[in-house]
C-alpha cells in the first residue's frame, strides 16, 4: 500500500498584474489546511484542559484525604479493560475511514464508517456496564464523586462523537453530496483519535488511583 | 517562495490549467468573480450576496461578522448600564451610617449581580464584540472562520443574560458573590435556586467565550490576507490572539467547577463538602485558576486598543512592535501562575504563596515594558488631541494607580490586611476601569465612524472624558482608605462610630458625576446617529486595513481582498500586487492563507445565514432551564439540543448545489 | 461598641511590620507614580501638534530609536530593580509575622458561626476552659494562639491594629498568632462574606494590663452569678423555661444550649449581636424582643414575651458579669 500523499502541496496563485488570481486554488483542504481542523483543535484543546483539571482534582482530593476510596472497593477491573482493548482496536477502522475520506472515495468511507458506528456502539454499550462496576456511588463521598465525573465527562465525548459518527454515515447518502463533507469526516476520526487517547489517561486514574 | 509582493509566480505555463480549473462545472453564463473596481456588476453581485434581508428570519438567521459583534457591543453595553445602576444603588445605601435604602437580602444581590453582570456579561463580551468587529476588517477577509458558531454564541449571550436578570427580578438573583465561595453557595448554606441561576449564567457566558475564542484564534491563523505575515500583524489582532488563547484554556475550568458545584447541589455529590472527604477550598483554587486570566481576558484587549490608537494619534508607527507582541505573550503566559494570589487568608502553605507573590510581582514586568514603549511613541510622535488619545491618557493615570495598589496586593503580609476591604475594591475598580472601561472608550469613539458612518462630537467627548475622570477617582480613590480604615468588602452597612461615613458619602458624590458622564455618553452616540457628521473612510489617517473600505464597510467588506506587505498598509507605498481576485461574488467566499506566512491557500465557502443557530440556543435554554429543576431533565432534556444540531448540520439540498458549482478539488 | 480598627494605628508586632512594609510600597509606588507621570505629561507637553491629515511618519529613525530604545530599556530595568526590592521587603515582612515568639501563649480557640464569634480559651484543660462570645480579653505583651475553625461558611478573623486576617474554613483547621503591646480595645470584623448578616459580625478585642486580665480569667472560670433580686430571679426562671435554653449556656443553670454565643458573663461585655448593639438594659429587652429588626436573617427568633418579663429577662443577663 502505497503511503497517501494526506496533504497535497499548495496550488500557487496566479499572479495577473496587480492581481492575485485565486480562482484556481481548491475549495477546500484537509488536516491543518482547512479551518475545521483548526475548529476541531480547539475544541479538543477545551476538552483535553477540562479533562485535565478532572485528574488534578482526583489527585488534590485523594491528597487530603485519610482512605481512598472511602471504605469501599476500588472499581472492578474487567469492563475498565474491555473498553480498552475495544477503543484502541477501533482505532483501525477509524485510520481507514478517515484514509478513505481522504481519498473522496464516498463508498469505502461509508464502509468504514458503519464499521466505527458499530465499535461506538459496543463501546457505549460497555460504558455502561463500566459504570455498574464502579463499585460506589456518586453521592458516596467525595471519592464516588470524582470517580463519576470523571467517567461521565469522557462518556459524553464518546456518546457524542458516536453520534456524530451516525450523523456522518447518513449524510453520506445525501446528494449532491460536497467534497468538503470527506473533509468534516476526516477531522470526525480525528476527534475519534482523541476519544481513544484521552482514554488511556482516564482509565488509569480510575482504575488504579484507588489501588497505588 | 516568499511573501514578498512581486514574488508571486505569474507562470505562463499553469494559465492554461488555472483557466480551465476556474471554468465553471456546467457550461452557461459568466460566472461573477470578485476583483473588479467597485461599481461593476460583480461588485453589486458581491454586495447583494453579502447583504442580509430583510425582515425577522433573516434578523434571527443573520451572521455576518459585523453584525454579530455590533449586536455584541450593544448588548455588552446595556448590561453596563443596568450594573452601573446597581453599583450607584450601592454606593447610596452605604453613603451614611445604618441607612435603610435597602435591607441586607437585596444587597447581597445587588453585588452579586453587579459583579457577575460586569464581569461575565459586560466586561468579556464587549472586548469578544470588538474582536468580531474588527478582526475581519483588519486582516482583510469577509467573515470570521465559523460564523454560525458565533451567532450561535451570541444568542446564547443574550438569552443568558436574560435569565439572570429575569431571576433578579423575581427575587431570584445569585446572592453568594460573583465568585460564590462554597459553602455559603453550596447545597446547604445557598437555599433556594439563587445559585443555580448563577452556574447556569456561568455555564452560557463560558460557552459564548469559549465558542467565540475559537472563531476569533481560527480567524486570526487561517484567514489573513495574502502577505500578512505573522510579523507585519498589527498589535490588536496579536492582542485578541493571545487572548483568545487563553481563553480556551482558562474557560474550561470555571465551567467544571460551577458544574461540580450543581452536581452537589442537585446530585448530592461531596465535591466540596469537607464532613465526606471534600474541600471547601478546591473551589477557590479552581475559581481562581480561571478568574485571574479572566481578568486578563478584559485587561489584554485594551492593551489591544490602546496599541491601535497610539500609533493613529502619535502619527507614526508604534515603538517597540515586536517587544511589545512578546510582552502580550508573557503576560498571557503569567496570568496563569498568579491565583493564589486571591487566597493568602486562608492555610495554603506559606512557601507556595510566597512563589505566587513572587509570581504576581513578575507579571508587571511585560506590562511595564508596554507602558513604556507607548510613552516612547508618545513621546517621539506628533500628537492628534482628540477624545480617544484623552481617554487613552486617563488610562496611564487610573491604570497605574490600579496596577501599583495590584503590586501591594500581590505580597503576601501586605495582602492579609487589606484582603477582603474596600482597598481590594478600590483597586479592582482602578484597573478594570482604568485599564479597560478607558481604553473600551477609546476604542468607541475610535472605531465609531467607521462602524456607523458617523463622527462622535469631539466636544461632548472631551466632556465626557473629564467628568469621567474626575468621577472615577472621586468614587474609587476614597476607597482605598476606607480599606486602611478597616471596612471590609461585601457589607450592606456599618456603624456611625467606625467613622466610614464621610468618605463613604464622597464616594457616592463621585458616582453621580460618573452617572452624569455616561448619560453625556448616550446623548452624544443617540445624537450623532442622527445628525453627526458623516465620516470618510479614513477620518483619522489609520494605517491599519479596516481604513481602506467606507465608513460603514460595505456588507463584504472588501470588493477584491487586499494584499499587504508591511505593518501599517495604509502608511506604506503599495507592493507590485495590491489585490486578490478570483473569489466567487455569487456565494459568500473567502481565502485561506498559511499560518505563519500568509500564502494564499484554499478558498472558502462561508456558511450562508441560517436559523439553526438560533434554535440551537433556544434548544440548550431549554436543557440548562429544565435541569436547574430536575435531574432528570439534565439528562433527558439534552435531546434538544441534540436534534437542533443535527438539524443545523444536515446539509440544504439548495446550498450543496450552489456551493458544489463553486467546488474545485484540491 | 467601639475600638480601634485601623491599619495605620497598629498596636502589637505582626501589625507594625505590616505597617512599615504598607509605609515602603506607599512611598515606592507614589514615587513611581509621579515619575512616570510627570514623563508622560512632559512628553505630551513637548510633543508637536498635527491632525488626522498629517503624514504619518512610517521612516526609520535609528538615531531617535536608539535612544528610546536606552530609554525604555532604563526604565524596565529601575522598575524590575525596584520590583525586587519591594520583593525582598515583603519577605521580610512575611517572615517577621512569622516568628513571633510562643512562650506563655494564651491558647483561644476561635470558632467562626454565622453570624456570631465563639471563643473558647484554655480548650485542652478542663478545668480551666471556659467560653465567651464576640468579645475577647487578651494580656498585654504575651502572645495569644488561636486556632481557627468554622462551624458553617468560610469567615475571616480580623483584628487590623493586631494583625494580618486569616479565613476560618469548615473542614480545615488554621492558626494564628499575635500580640498586643499596648492595653486598649481593639475592633475586628468578620473579613469574608458569609450571608446575610456579615456586616454586623464584629469582635471586640480587650487588651487588659496582666493583672486585669488574671482577674477577668477568674470571673470567666466561675459558673454564671447567682441572682440576687426578684426581678433577676424571674428572668433566670424565664430563661431557663422559654426558648432561650435551647440555644444559649449560662453555666451553672439549665440553659445548656450550644447553637448560641455563651451567656454566662454577658453582662461584662460591651456589646451585643457581635458588635451590632450597645449592652444596655434597654437594648437587650428590645434585642430579644426582636432580633430580626436589628439584623435580619440572624438564627434567633422573636421572644413572645410581656414587656415586664422582657424587663426581669433583661436584668437577669445584665447582672451576669
Same mark, same amino acid.
Given at each position: ?44 484543546? !477545551? ?7 478532572? !485528574? ?157 | ?22 471554468? /465553471? ?13 467597485? +461599481? ?19 434578523? @434571527? ?16 453595553? $446595556? ?150 505575515? @505573522? ?42 463538602? /469537607?464532613? =465526606? ?7 477557590? *483554587? ?55 494570589? *486571591? ?29 513604556? $514603549?507607548?510613552? &516612547?511613541?508618545?513621546?517621539? +510622535? ?23 495598589? #495590584? ?5 503576601? /503580609? ?13 483597586? @479592582? ?50 476607597? *482605598? ?64 486595513? =479596516? ?8 456588507? $463584504?467588506?472588501?470588493?477584491?481582498? /487586499?494584499?499587504?506587505?508591511?505593518? =501599517? ?38 456558511? &450562508? ?23 432528570? #431533565? ?23 448545489? =450552489? ?8 | ?321
Amino acid at each position: 500500500m502505497t503511503r497517501r500523499e494526506f496533504i497535497p502541496a499548495s496550488i500557487p496563485a496566479v499572479r495577473r498584474g496587480d492581481a492575485l488570481d485565486v480562482a484556481g486554488l481548491p475549495s477546500y483542504g484537509f488536516a491543518h489546511r482547512s479551518l475545521m481542523w483548526w475548529g476541531n483543535a480547539g475544541m479538543m484543546a !477545551i476538552e483535553g484542559g477540562a479533562f485535565g483539571f478532572m !485528574i488534578v482534582i482526583y489527585f488534590y482530593l485523594r491528597g487530603i484525604s485519610n482512605a481512598w476510596p472511602d471504605g469501599g472497593r476500588p472499581p472492578d477491573l474487567l469492563f475498565g479493560n474491555i473498553n480498552l482493548a475495544v477503543i484502541l482496536v477501533s482505532a483501525v477502522p477509524n485510520l481507514f475511514a478517515q484514509r478513505a475520506a481522504a481519498d473522496r472515495n464516498t463508498r469505502r468511507v461509508r464502509h468504514w464508517l458503519y464499521v466505527c458506528a458499530a465499535f461506538g456502539v459496543v463501546l457505549c454499550a460497555v460504558r455502561w456496564f463500566e459504570f455498574t462496576a464502579l463499585n460506589v456511588r456518586w453521592d458516596d463521598g467525595a471519592y464516588g464523586s470524582t470517580v463519576w465525573v470523571l467517567l461521565g465527562l469522557h462518556t459524553f465525548n464518546l456518546v457524542t462523537d458516536v453520534a456524530d459518527t451516525f450523523v456522518l454515515t447518513a449524510v453520506t447518502y445525501t446528494s449532491p453530496f460536497e467534497g468538503k463533507r470527506f473533509v468534516d469526516i476526516a477531522e470526525n476520526c480525528g476527534y475519534w483519535y482523541f476519544v481513544v487517547l484521552t482514554w488511556l489517561p482516564i482509565y488509569a486514574v480510575i482504575y488504579f488511583g484507588a489501588r497505588l | 517562495m516568499t511573501a514578498a509582493s512581486g514574488a508571486f509566480p505569474s507562470d505562463a505555463g499553469s494559465r492554461t490549467r488555472a483557466r480551465e480549473r476556474s471554468q /465553471p462545472k456546467k457550461g452557461g453564463r459568466q460566472r461573477l468573480r470578485d476583483g473588479a473596481g467597485a +461599481g461593476s456588476r460583480a461588485a453589486a453581485e458581491l454586495e447583494r450576496t453579502w447583504t442580509d434581508k430583510p425582515g425577522v428570519i433573516s434578523f @434571527l438567521s443573520a451572521n455576518g461578522h459585523k453584525t454579530i459583534g455590533l449586536r455584541f457591543i450593544v448588548t455588552a453595553l $446595556c448590561f453596563f448600564g443596568a450594573a452601573g445602576v446597581m453599583g450607584g444603588l450601592m454606593r447610596h445605601q452605604l453613603a451614611t451610617a445604618n441607612s435603610h435604602l435597602v435591607g441586607p437580602d437585596f444587597y447581597n444581590q445587588l453585588f452579586t449581580m453587579h459583579g457577575t453582570t460586569m464581569m461575565f456579561l459586560f466586561a468579556v463580551p464587549v472586548m469578544q464584540g470588538f474582536a468580531l468587529y474588527l478582526v475581519p476588517l483588519m486582516i482583510g477577509t469577509r467573515n470570521t472562520a465559523f460564523p454560525r458558531m458565533t451567532a450561535c454564541a451570541y444568542w446564547l449571550y443574550v438569552i443568558g443574560g436574560l435569565l439572570l436578570f429575569g431571576a433578579f427580578l423575581s427575587n431570584t438573583g445569585p446572592d453568594a458573590g460573583w465568585f460564590a465561595y462554597v459553602p455559603l453557595a453550596g447545597p446547604q448554606y445557598g437555599i433556594g435556586k439563587r445559585v443555580d441561576v448563577w452556574n447556569m449564567l456561568v455555564t452560557y457566558s463560558e460557552a459564548t467565550g469559549l465558542m467565540v475564542a475559537v472563531d476569533i484564534t481560527t480567524t486570526i491563523l487561517k484567514l489573513r490576507a495574502p502577505g500578512m505575515t @505573522l510579523r507585519h500583524m498589527p498589535l490588536f489582532l496579536w492582542a485578541s490572539l493571545v487572548t483568545s488563547v487563553m481563553i480556551i484554556f482558562a474557560m474550561p475550568m470555571v465551567m467544571l467547577a460551577a458544574n461540580l458545584v450543581q452536581f452537589d447541589r442537585m446530585l448530592g455529590t461531596h465535591f466540596f463538602n /469537607p464532613a =465526606e472527604g471534600g474541600d471547601a477550598l478546591l473551589w477557590q *483554587h479552581l475559581f481562581w485558576f480561571f478568574g485571574h486570566p479572566e481578568v486578563y481576558f478584559i485587561f489584554i484587549p485594551a492593551l489591544g486598543f490602546i496599541s491601535a490608537v497610539i500609533p493613529t494619534f502619535a502619527r507614526r508607527p508604534m515603538f517597540g512592535h515586536d517587544a511589545i507582541v512578546l510582552s502580550l505573550i508573557a503576560t498571557g503566559f503569567l496570568s496563569f501562575g498568579l491565583w493564589v494570589h *486571591h487566597m493568602f487568608a486562608t492555610n495554603v502553605p506559606e512557601l507556595g504563596k510566597s512563589f505566587f507573590t513572587a509570581m504576581s510581582f513578575m507579571i508587571a514586568i511585560p506590562t511595564a515594558l508596554q507602558l513604556f $514603549c507607548w510613552i &516612547a511613541t508618545i513621546a517621539s +510622535g506628533r500628537l492628534v488631541m482628540k477624545t480617544p488619545l484623552l481617554f487613552v491618557l486617563g488610562f496611564f493615570f487610573i491604570l497605574l494607580i490600579g496596577g501599583l495598589t #495590584g503590586i501591594m496586593l500581590g505580597s503576601v /503580609p501586605l495582602d492579609l490586611q487589606v484582603h477582603d476591604t474596600y482597598f481590594v475594591v478600590a483597586h @479592582l475598580h482602578y484597573v478594570l476601569i482604568g485599564g479597560a472601561v478607558f481604553p473600551l472608550f477609546a476604542a468607541i469613539f475610535y472605531w465609531f465612524p467607521k462602524v456607523t458612518g458617523r463622527v462622535l462630537s469631539d466636544r461632548l467627548g472631551k466632556w465626557q472624558f473629564w467628568l469621567f475622570f474626575i468621577g472615577v477617582n472621586l468614587t474609587f480613590f476614597p476607597l *482605598h482608605i476606607l480599606g486602611l480604615a478597616g471596612m471590609p468588602r461585601r457589607i450592606y452597612t456599618y456603624a456611625p462610630e467606625t467613622g466610614w461615613g464621610f468618605l463613604s458619602f464622597l464616594s457616592a458624590a463621585g458616582q453621580v458625576i460618573n452617572d452624569l458622564s455616561m448619560l453625556l455618553f448616550a446623548f452624544n452616540v443617540a445624537r450623532s446617529l442622527f445628525k453627526g457628521e458623516r465620516a470618510p473612510a479614513d477620518p483619522w489617517g489609520g494605517g491599519t486595513l =479596516e481604513w481602506s473600505v467606507s465608513s460603514p464597510p460595505p456588507a $463584504c467588506n472588501f470588493f477584491a481582498l /487586499p494584499v499587504v506587505s508591511s505593518r =501599517e498598509p495604509l502608511w506604506t507605498p503599495p507592493g507590485n500586487v495590491t489585490h486578490v481576485s478570483g473569489l466567487s461574488a455569487e456565494i459568500r467566499e473567502g481565502l485561506t492563507t498559511t499560518v505563519i506566512d500568509a500564502l494564499p491557500d484554499t478558498r472558502y465557502a462561508y456558511p &450562508a445565514p441560517e436559523i439553526w443557530p438560533f434554535v440551537a440556543s433556544l434548544a440548550v435554554t431549554a436543557w440548562l432551564v429544565w435541569s436547574i429543576w430536575s435531574v432528570r #431533565g439534565f439528562a433527558w432534556g439534552l435531546i434538544l439540543p441534540a436534534i437542533a444540531f443535527f438539524a443545523w448540520y444536515w446539509p440544504d439540498k439548495k446550498e450543496s448545489i =450552489e456551493e458544489i458549482s463553486w467546488e474545485t478539488e484540491p | 461598641m467601639n475600638g480601634i480598627h485601623d491599619i495605620r494605628l497598629p498596636a502589637g508586632p505582626q501589625a507594625a511590620a505590616l505597617f512599615d512594609l504598607w509605609t515602603l510600597m506607599l512611598i515606592t509606588c507614589t514615587g513611581v507614580f509621579v515619575a512616570i507621570i510627570v514623563v508622560l505629561a512632559v512628553a505630551v507637553w513637548r510633543a508637536p501638534r498635527a491632525t488626522a491629515k498629517t503624514l504619518p511618519d512610517a521612516d526609520a529613525h535609528p538615531r531617535k530609536e536608539t535612544m528610546l530604545k536606552r530609554s525604555v530599556g532604563f526604565a524596565v530595568a529601575t522598575s524590575a530593580v525596584l520590583l525586587f526590592v519591594l520583593l525582598f521587603a515583603s519577605f521580610i515582612a512575611d517572615r517577621a509575622i512569622a516568628t513571633l515568639p510562643l512562650d506563655d501563649a494564651v491558647h483561644i480557640d476561635l470558632i467562626g458561626h454565622q453570624f456570631w464569634w465563639e471563643a473558647r480559651y484554655d480548650p485542652s484543660d478542663p478545668a480551666r476552659s471556659f467560653a465567651t462570645a464576640n468579645e475577647m480579653h487578651v494580656p498585654v505583651g504575651r502572645p495569644v494562639l488561636m486556632t481557627l475553625r468554622a462551624d458553617d461558611v468560610i469567615h475571616s478573623f480580623w483584628v487590623p491594629s493586631l494583625a494580618g486576617k486569616k479565613d476560618l474554613i469548615p473542614g480545615r483547621t488554621s492558626t494564628i498568632a499575635f500580640r498586643a503591646d499596648r492595653a486598649g480595645i481593639y475592633r475586628g470584623q468578620c473579613a469574608e462574606f458569609c450571608g446575610y448578616q456579615h456586616a454586623h459580625m464584629a469582635l471586640i478585642v480587650v487588651a487588659d494590663a496582666p493583672a486585669d486580665y488574671e482577674r477577668w480569667l477568674v470571673v470567666q472560670r466561675q459558673p454564671a452569678r447567682e441572682p440576687s433580686t426578684a426581678q433577676e430571679r424571674r428572668g433566670r426562671d424565664l430563661v431557663e423555661r422559654a426558648s432561650c435554653a435551647m440555644c444559649h449556656t449560662i453555666s451553672g443553670t439549665a440553659a445548656r444550649g450550644r447553637r448560641a454565643p455563651d451567656l454566662s458573663h454577658v453582662g461584662s461585655r460591651s456589646s451585643l449581636a457581635a458588635g451590632t448593639l450597645e449592652n444596655t438594659a434597654a437594648s437587650r429587652a428590645h434585642w430579644i424582643a426582636d432580633p430580626q429588626s436589628y439584623k435580619p436573617g440572624v438564627d434567633m427568633p422573636p421572644l413572645a414575651a410581656a414587656p415586664a418579663d422582657l424587663v426581669a429577662i433583661s436584668a437577669y443577663l445584665g447582672a451576669l458579669q
